[in-house]
């Protein structure tokens, strides 16, 4: 089981941005001193939900600061970027890594966003696909041609290759993230690990794995890809010596945090979105996560692994929204969980 974190550089009221930046920063710092697998970096645009506006630059940050956890962007938004230049950023921190770098892509929401980069509302109601295609050729392929359509362009040589790191992998892992069955049946059509979001439980997470799975037998994938795709389970997690206590922590600092958030969206087209109730949103978080004692932590992400499947975790730590409770809750994830799942 590996287990890592999940950093938002979230922004809780009464906060700058700078100080979310820098508690994300320094949780992935503590998060290899503690022993974690991995961190997981979200992305987002003028909200403060996430501060981050682009998850592989963060990346490329952290792979410099650390030298042995793997980093991971959840996701980086492929809707408002060029499948090509993403590409040739992951290529470039999978090489000057070692290897350490995974590119987690996803499709975002029909927000402003779309506008500003000026990629359209297409790109993320039709367009996803062929962008997704693109960028998986890229990490592969040593020449590469646009398709036509959005991206037409003759061949031009990969530079750098993926697999001119000095590592064992061909280039950096991709995955995608997954909230329906269309998207599981993308990504499990080429052979792409799915990242599962923390607002779904181990039941509706092991359905979605066995569709995985069904599409990806269909789609004549490997048999050996089949059996271990590496799929990434993101959740909560915070630690205290009584549940109630973790649980308290919480609820009183991230409703906060979900309602000047989620209520920053705007969509680009003027559709209504509904959010969610922020603490009936925490609270739902509470109980389908490792919130609480070491033991129960420990017990609730070997359950996970058991009904689903997944061995990968991303767990988000900065629920407390404080900097050395953070540092604190992820040294004792380390410390206190992580010897019990071994």
Known sequence: MRVGSFVLAAQFP???????????????????EAGLDSVWLAEHHFVPYGTCPSAITLAALLLGRTRRIRVGTAVSVLPTTHPVALGEQAALLHVTSGGRFSLGVGRG??????????????????EYPESLDLLARWLREPAVAGPGGRFSFREVPVVPRPSESLSETEGPELLVACTSPASVRMAAERGLPMLLGMHVGDEEKAEMVSLWR??????????????DPGHVSAGVCQIADRRTEAAETLLKSMPGWLKQGLDAHITVDGRERRMRDPLAYT?????LHPVGTPRLCADRLA???????????ALLVEGSGDLAATEENV??????VLPQLS
Do not use: M, N
């Open 14 to 32: 009464g906060q700058g941005q700078g100080e979310a930046l820098h508690r994300a920063v320094r949780s992935a710092e503590v998060a290899e």
């Open 109 to 126: 929401g029909p927000w402003v966003d779309l506008e500003v980069f000026g990629t359209g509302l297409e790109a993320y109601e039709k």
């Open 214 to 227: 069904q599409h990806a037998r269909a789609a004549g994938r490997p048999p050996e890809e089949i059996a």
């Open 283 to 287: 609270e739902l978080l509470c109980g």
């Open 303 to 313: 359950a996970t692994g058991e009904r689903t499947g997944v061995s990968r975790f």
């Open 331 to 336: 040294r004792r994830l380390g410390a206190e």
